[in-house]
Nanobody, 128 residues
């Protein structure tokens, strides 16, 4: 399995960006995909996650309190891609963003070690 993250860039406060994470390989029909970020000098933190259980045709999402109401995670199963729409960006959102995939889990975990596959980072810079 490979994950390809893209969409990062530089924006001003209040701006928007959409990150994409495209998966290839044997990802399975059910999965949990999450976004984590790491700012310079800080620990990696959970941002948002999405679960998809194909047998139930059920999807759930979870968001860190710091991004709730501003960020939205969505999926396009036909494209094997998960998106992170980021609105009302703040300077504190500046970080390297990584997508991560759990092909065995059904519950969104905020613990990075639960994820088996990771994409390369895509840098988001928000200036004031």
């Amino acid at each position: 399995v490979q994950l390809q993250a893209s969409g990062g860039g530089s924006v001003q406060t209040g701006g928007s960006l959409r990150l994409s994470c495209a998966a290839s390989g044997r990802t399975g029909s059910s999965y949990v995909m999450a976004w984590f970020r790491q700012a310079p000098g800080k620990e990696r933190e959970f941002v948002a996650g999405l679960s998809w259980i194909s047998s139930w045709r059920s999807s759930m999402t979870d968001y860190a309190d710091s991004v709730k109401g501003r960020f939205s995670v969505s999926r396009d199963n036909a494209k094997s891609t998960v998106y992170l729409q980021m609105n009302s960006l703040k300077p504190e959102d500046t970080a390297d963003y990584h997508c991560a995939l759990d092909t065995a889990g059904r519950v969104i975990s905020r613990i990075a070690d639960r994820y088996h596959y990771w994409g390369q980072g895509t840098l988001v810079t928000v200036s004031s």
